[in-house]
Protein backbone atom coordinates (compact mmCIF):
# COMPACT_ATOMS: atom_id res chain seq x y z
CA UNK A 1 0.00 0.00 0.00
CA UNK A 2 1.17 3.51 -1.32
CA UNK A 3 0.73 6.32 1.63
CA UNK A 4 1.07 9.29 0.97
CA UNK A 5 1.97 11.19 3.91
CA UNK A 6 -1.02 13.84 5.43
CA UNK A 7 0.90 16.70 7.49
CA UNK A 8 -1.58 19.19 7.03
CA UNK A 9 0.30 20.66 3.38
CA UNK A 10 0.30 19.53 0.25
CA UNK A 11 -1.02 18.35 -3.31
CA UNK A 12 -2.23 15.73 -1.42
CA UNK A 13 -5.58 14.85 -3.84
CA UNK A 14 -3.92 15.67 -7.00
CA UNK A 15 -0.66 13.25 -6.55
CA UNK A 16 -2.88 10.38 -5.27
CA UNK A 17 -5.06 11.19 -8.68
CA UNK A 18 -1.50 10.75 -10.38
CA UNK A 19 -1.07 7.32 -9.17
CA UNK A 20 -4.48 6.16 -9.56
CA UNK A 21 -4.03 7.74 -13.56
CA UNK A 22 -0.32 5.74 -13.98
CA UNK A 23 -2.45 2.49 -12.36
CA UNK A 24 -1.33 2.32 -9.23
CA UNK A 25 -3.53 2.56 -5.83
CA UNK A 26 -2.40 5.46 -3.06
CA UNK A 27 -3.95 6.31 -0.19
CA UNK A 28 -4.14 9.69 2.04
CA UNK A 29 -3.03 9.37 5.76
CA UNK A 30 -1.60 11.26 8.76
CA UNK A 31 -2.48 7.96 11.18
CA UNK A 32 1.10 6.62 12.20
CA UNK A 33 -0.54 2.88 12.24
CA UNK A 34 -1.75 3.36 8.27
CA UNK A 35 1.89 5.03 8.08
CA UNK A 36 3.44 2.02 9.76
CA UNK A 37 1.46 -0.82 7.48
CA UNK A 38 2.96 1.28 4.33
CA UNK A 39 5.10 -0.48 1.49
CA UNK A 40 5.80 2.64 -0.26
CA UNK A 41 5.71 6.20 1.35
CA UNK A 42 5.07 9.70 -0.45
CA UNK A 43 6.25 12.83 0.82
CA UNK A 44 4.61 15.79 -1.07
CA UNK A 45 5.15 19.68 -0.57
CA UNK A 46 3.99 22.72 -1.60
CA UNK A 47 5.46 26.12 0.23
CA UNK A 48 8.15 27.38 2.04
CA UNK A 49 10.62 23.99 3.40
CA UNK A 50 10.34 25.93 7.25
CA UNK A 51 6.55 26.03 7.21
CA UNK A 52 6.46 22.81 5.73
CA UNK A 53 8.92 20.89 7.99
CA UNK A 54 7.27 22.95 11.10
CA UNK A 55 4.10 21.00 9.92
CA UNK A 56 5.27 17.43 9.23
CA UNK A 57 7.14 18.00 13.06
CA UNK A 58 4.11 19.10 14.73
CA UNK A 59 2.02 15.98 13.07
CA UNK A 60 4.16 13.67 14.77
CA UNK A 61 5.22 11.46 12.01
CA UNK A 62 8.28 12.10 11.69
CA UNK A 63 9.86 9.12 13.95
CA UNK A 64 7.00 6.59 12.19
CA UNK A 65 8.68 8.45 8.46
CA UNK A 66 12.33 7.28 9.98
CA UNK A 67 11.28 3.95 11.17
CA UNK A 68 9.87 3.15 8.09
CA UNK A 69 12.63 4.43 6.00
CA UNK A 70 14.76 2.68 8.79
CA UNK A 71 13.09 -0.44 7.63
CA UNK A 72 13.33 -0.25 4.14
CA UNK A 73 10.24 1.12 2.94
CA UNK A 74 10.50 3.53 -0.21
CA UNK A 75 9.84 6.93 0.29
CA UNK A 76 9.51 9.42 -2.46
CA UNK A 77 9.84 13.47 -1.16
CA UNK A 78 7.62 15.43 -4.28
CA UNK A 79 9.16 19.25 -4.92
CA UNK A 80 9.86 20.54 -1.35
CA UNK A 81 8.92 16.96 0.02
CA UNK A 82 12.27 16.70 -1.85
CA UNK A 83 13.96 19.41 -0.43
CA UNK A 84 12.97 17.72 3.12
CA UNK A 85 14.96 14.98 2.34
CA UNK A 86 18.03 16.70 2.71
CA UNK A 87 19.65 18.29 5.88
CA UNK A 88 19.03 21.79 6.19
CA UNK A 89 17.65 24.56 3.87
CA UNK A 90 18.35 28.61 3.80
CA UNK A 91 14.87 29.21 2.61
CA UNK A 92 14.03 32.40 5.20
CA UNK A 93 16.64 31.70 7.22
CA UNK A 94 18.32 28.25 8.47
CA UNK A 95 15.79 25.06 8.75
CA UNK A 96 17.29 21.25 9.51
CA UNK A 97 15.34 19.09 7.51
CA UNK A 98 15.19 14.96 7.73
CA UNK A 99 18.85 14.17 7.28
CA UNK A 100 18.33 11.42 5.05
CA UNK A 101 20.30 12.74 1.74
CA UNK A 102 23.78 14.91 3.26
CA UNK A 103 23.35 18.36 1.92
CA UNK A 104 22.01 21.50 1.61
CA UNK A 105 18.85 23.37 0.09
CA UNK A 106 19.98 26.70 -1.59
CA UNK A 107 18.16 29.31 -3.54
CA UNK A 108 18.67 30.04 -7.36
CA UNK A 109 21.59 32.79 -7.97
CA UNK A 110 20.33 36.05 -8.01
CA UNK A 111 19.72 37.53 -11.44
CA UNK A 112 17.58 34.73 -12.14
CA UNK A 113 13.47 35.20 -12.24
CA UNK A 114 12.14 33.28 -9.52
CA UNK A 115 10.50 31.21 -8.79
CA UNK A 116 11.10 28.82 -12.01
CA UNK A 117 7.66 28.36 -13.19
CA UNK A 118 7.28 25.81 -16.25
CA UNK A 119 8.60 23.28 -17.99
CA UNK A 120 11.71 22.62 -18.08
CA UNK A 121 14.42 19.66 -19.76
CA UNK A 122 15.58 16.49 -17.46
CA UNK A 123 19.36 15.36 -18.02
CA UNK A 124 19.51 12.13 -17.24
CA UNK A 125 23.05 11.33 -15.72
CA UNK A 126 22.76 7.27 -14.76
CA UNK A 127 20.48 5.00 -15.01
CA UNK A 128 17.84 3.86 -12.48
CA UNK A 129 14.40 1.92 -12.63
CA UNK A 130 12.76 5.13 -11.32
CA UNK A 131 13.75 6.65 -14.51
CA UNK A 132 12.38 3.64 -17.00
CA UNK A 133 11.22 5.46 -19.96
CA UNK A 134 12.91 8.18 -19.25
CA UNK A 135 14.65 10.02 -21.87
CA UNK A 136 17.69 13.23 -21.89
CA UNK A 137 15.82 16.06 -23.30
CA UNK A 138 11.97 14.90 -21.88
CA UNK A 139 10.60 17.86 -20.44
CA UNK A 140 9.02 18.10 -17.14
CA UNK A 141 7.06 20.74 -15.01
CA UNK A 142 8.80 23.12 -12.19
CA UNK A 143 7.62 25.02 -9.57
CA UNK A 144 10.59 26.21 -7.12
CA UNK A 145 12.88 28.87 -6.08
CA UNK A 146 15.07 26.72 -4.26
CA UNK A 147 17.34 23.57 -5.25
CA UNK A 148 19.00 21.06 -3.41
CA UNK A 149 22.44 20.79 -3.17
CA UNK A 150 23.85 17.13 -2.44
CA UNK A 151 27.22 16.82 -0.89
CA UNK A 152 27.74 13.66 -2.70
CA UNK A 153 26.93 14.30 -6.37
CA UNK A 154 26.33 10.36 -7.03
CA UNK A 155 22.67 10.64 -5.40
CA UNK A 156 21.50 12.67 -8.55
CA UNK A 157 19.82 10.49 -10.97
CA UNK A 158 18.70 13.45 -13.44
CA UNK A 159 19.36 16.96 -13.35
CA UNK A 160 18.10 20.25 -15.27
CA UNK A 161 19.30 23.54 -15.47
CA UNK A 162 18.16 27.05 -14.84
CA UNK A 163 21.09 29.51 -14.80
CA UNK A 164 22.69 26.50 -13.21
CA UNK A 165 22.51 22.97 -13.12
CA UNK A 166 20.47 20.97 -10.15
CA UNK A 167 19.42 17.81 -8.93
CA UNK A 168 15.62 17.07 -10.38
CA UNK A 169 15.83 13.44 -9.36
CA UNK A 170 17.97 12.02 -6.29
CA UNK A 171 18.15 8.48 -5.16
CA UNK A 172 20.06 6.62 -2.63
CA UNK A 173 18.87 2.97 -1.54
CA UNK A 174 15.29 3.14 -0.88
CA UNK A 175 15.32 7.37 -0.55
CA UNK A 176 13.92 9.06 -3.87
CA UNK A 177 12.71 12.75 -4.24
CA UNK A 178 11.79 14.62 -7.56
CA UNK A 179 11.75 18.22 -7.48
CA UNK A 180 9.16 18.40 -10.38
CA UNK A 181 5.30 18.38 -10.35
CA UNK A 182 4.88 14.70 -11.84
CA UNK A 183 0.91 15.18 -11.31
CA UNK A 184 1.35 18.48 -13.69
CA UNK A 185 4.13 16.69 -15.95
CA UNK A 186 1.95 14.80 -18.26
CA UNK A 187 2.26 11.21 -19.50
CA UNK A 188 6.16 11.76 -18.39
CA UNK A 189 5.45 12.44 -14.63
CA UNK A 190 2.70 10.02 -14.85
CA UNK A 191 5.73 7.44 -16.07
CA UNK A 192 7.49 8.51 -13.06
CA UNK A 193 4.57 7.49 -10.55
CA UNK A 194 4.25 4.27 -12.43
CA UNK A 195 8.27 3.29 -11.64
CA UNK A 196 7.71 4.19 -8.11
CA UNK A 197 5.02 1.90 -7.82
CA UNK A 198 6.74 -0.87 -9.32
CA UNK A 199 9.48 -0.52 -7.12
CA UNK A 200 7.07 -0.40 -4.31
CA UNK A 201 6.09 -3.68 -5.58
CA UNK A 202 9.05 -5.20 -6.13
CA UNK A 203 11.15 -3.90 -2.74
Known amino acids: MIVIIDYGVGNLASVRN ?3 EAGFRAVVSGERRVLA ?3 GLVLPGVGAFGRVMANLNASGLVGGLLA ?3 RGVPLLGICVGMQMLFERSEEMGNHPGLGLLDGDVVQFRSGLKVPQIGWNRLRVKRGHPLLD ?4 GDYVYFVH ?15 AEYGVPFPAVVGRGNIFGIQFHPEKSSRLG ?9 LVSCW
Open 18 to 20: GFA
Open 37 to 39: EAS
Open 68 to 70: AVG
Open 133 to 136: GIKD
Open 145 to 159: SYHASPADSAVVLAE
Open 190 to 198: LKILANFGR
